[in-house]
């Protein structure tokens, strides 16, 4: 069973650039039928589906947040990685990484990002 963690700065400022990585262990990310996703949950509310990178390297996005979500992988690495543009403090959420195949299965620990000057 695959293993996922999150990793990335725990603090941004506003208008910055939020960069997660997400690290794979127990199985390739090119493993035919995975998909690879990026998953929020903001306090007090509940989880928001940002969007996953496929095993062919395909990706998709919620479309909240599509216009400023992008999403790209490093196989060297088996890595996946989530940037968040033009960040407000509406953008403070527990981040997770999870795998899919035909439902979502192995999920990260999370990580918190707090959006603040």
């Known amino acids: 069973q695959v293993q996922l963690q999150e990793s990335g700065p725990g603090l941004v400022k506003p208008s910055q650039t939020l960069s997660l990585e997400c690290t794979v262990s127990?199985?390739?990310?090119?493993?035919?039928?995975?998909?690879w996703n990026w998953i929020r949950q903001p306090p007090g509310k509940g989880l928001e589906w940002m969007g996953a990178?496929?095993?062919?390297?395909?990706?998709t996005y919620g479309p909240s947040l599509k216009s400023r979500t992008s999403i790209s992988r490093d196989t060297s690495k088996n890595q996946f990685s989530l940037q968040l543009s033009s960040v407000t403090p509406e953008d403070t959420a527990m981040y997770y990484c999870?795998?899919?195949?035909?439902?979502?299965?192995?999920w990260g620990q999370g990580i918190q990002v707090s959006v603040s000057s």
């Open positions: 127990g199985g390739s990310i090119t493993a035919s039928y995975y998909i």
């Open positions: 990178i496929h095993y062919d390297g395909t990706t």
């Open positions: 999870a795998s899919a195949v035909r439902s979502f299965g192995s």
